[in-house]
């Protein structure tokens, strides 16, 4: 059997600091790069999607929504039936 020997620890010790260090100065360089980059894509996503849409909602967009909610409203009228009865209790000290 193999033992375990106090300089392999200080080994392995030593590379998970290593790592974790070098991991956390390379975010703190490249982080904001990276934040900046994945912002200017969202954003010109929201922006394509602002201008395919004419910028404001049409009428025909808006008919959509009010056809969708009149759907949902007609599927949502289903009769609830009581599953108990409620008990109002006291807490006793």
């Given at each position: 059997m193999q033992e375990a020997s106090l300089v392999g620890l200080v080994k392995t010790l030593?590379?998970?600091l290593l790592i974790y260090f070098g991991l956390k100065i390379i975010f703190k360089w490249f982080g904001p790069l990276i934040l900046k980059y994945?912002?200017?894509?969202?954003?010109?996503?929201?922006?394509?999607?602002?201008?395919?849409?004419?910028?404001f909602p049409n009428q025909q967009t808006q008919q959509r929504r009010e056809n969708n909610i009149d759907k949902n409203s007609k599927n949502n009228k289903k009769e609830k039936k009581p599953?108990?009865?409620y008990i109002d209790y006291e807490e006793i000290d």
């Open positions: 030593l590379i998970i994945f912002m200017k894509k969202m954003g010109e996503k929201a922006f394509r999607g602002f201008t395919q849409n004419g910028g599953v108990g009865e």
